[in-house]
């Protein structure tokens, strides 16, 4: 006689239910819908980075909800918020309302209506600090090295931080004393003078440059000769080894560019 076995429930094979076609949303998220509209009208990457990082601050201040569901007093207490508890300086909350703007009117396709008394914050006006030669010598003195190379580049030739950092070799003509800036601030280019106190020393640290970048191309590190070649020429940054000027890089010169005037009593050091 055929006696049916019965097994505990844990020995029952589970009956497989038939897998149904995940139904994904097709819309990008908002933040990659904001950095191809930035992308799409050329904003430069930290203005993206900046804009991305403020709309990230502005959903999370407001308990994880969508911009589509907020309006012009979520916009108000954001900015209000900053202002009173963030104590933040008028030229940072202008920029943090320029971020938030921005999606609504390119990304959402909405336009802000009244932001009540917090629509600009009123910049105030002050002198600039104007350093002396004898304080730019102070400075100068107390850095070494690729630091204080690129110090007075941008003093001499009127460089902004980036812009030094972002230089090629085939930027600098040495036979017209000329330094072309590519992509400068507003995507624009130009041209500005090589100081001739700063000829001699550039020249060498070239020289220094190319010979550890052909030792990575005998080494294996740099592909073929020829390629290697024209990265060194078109490529290579001036006045760094290798690499592009990246946010570490301009943190690190900027900063010690101030610890050196404070050091020889021309700026307060931020507490």
Known sequence: MNTASVGTPSQKMSVKKPKLPLVRDSKPKLLDQLREALRARHYSRRTEQTYCSWVKRFIFFHN?????????????????HLAVKKKVSASTRNQALSALLFPYRNVISREVGDLGKVIRARRPKRLPVVMTRDEIKA????LAGEKRLMATIMYGAGLRLMECLRLRVQDIDFSR?????????GAKDRVT??????????????????????????????????????????????LQGSGAGNGSSHRKIGGRIRKQASRVGIIPMNP
């Open 177 to 185: 004393n000329e330094i072309f800036v590519r992509d400068g601030k």
């Open 139 to 142: 400075v100068l003195a107390n």
């Open 64 to 80: 994880v909800r969508h911009p589509e569901e907020m309006t012009e007093p979520e916009i108000n207490a954001f900015l209000t």
């Open 193 to 238: 003078m090589l100081p001739e106190s700063v000829k001699t020393i550039l020249q060498l640290h070239l020289k220094k440059v190319k010979k550890i970048h052909e030792r990575d191309l005998e080494e294996g590190w740099g592909g073929d000769a020829s390629r290697g070649q024209r990265r060194l020429i078109a490529n290579t940054p001036t």
